[in-house]
Nanobody
Framework: QVQPVESGGGLVQAGGSLRLSCAASGRTFSSYAMGWFRQAPGKGREFVAAISWSGGSTYYTDSVKGRFTISRDNAKNTVYLQMNSLKPDDTAVYYC???????????????WGQGTQVTVSS
């Protein structure tokens, strides 16, 4: 089992950057694929990015390609989401999640963090 805990959210102006971190407890972190999802006010939760257990494969939703980068450090049990060129539409609660294999749908993820708020002002 792993328990993800997100950090790094905040308020940023459009065009700015933020780096989210997700620290996951548990000795088996390196065996899990990790993903980032987000939920904007009044909307459902959507996939943002995912990374395989080794870090060798990454996936992104089209709206963040070229702006966001997912990475992981298995020695630190941490996954990151570097967000550049932020837009007001990126405003949401961002969730980190763990899955037994790399996936882009939330049903495939078994363990979820509590989320961290990202607000992008125009």
């Amino acid at each position: 089992q792993v328990q993800p805990v997100e950090s790094g959210g905040g308020l940023v102006q459009a065009g700015g950057s933020l780096r989210l971190s997700c620290a996951a407890s548990g000795r088996t972190f390196s065996s899990y694929a990790m993903g980032w999802f987000r939920q904007a006010p009044g909307k459902g939760r959507e996939f943002v990015a995912a990374i395989s257990w080794s870090g060798g494969s990454t996936y992104y939703t089209d709206s963040v390609k070229g702006r966001f980068t997912i990475s992981r450090d298995n020695a630190k049990n941490t996954v990151y989401l570097q967000m550049n060129s932020l837009k007001p539409d990126d405003t949401a609660v961002y969730y980190c999640a763990a899955a037994t294999y790399t996936a882009t749908t939330e049903l495939e993820y078994d363990y979820w963090g509590q989320g961290t708020q990202v607000t992008v002002s125009s």
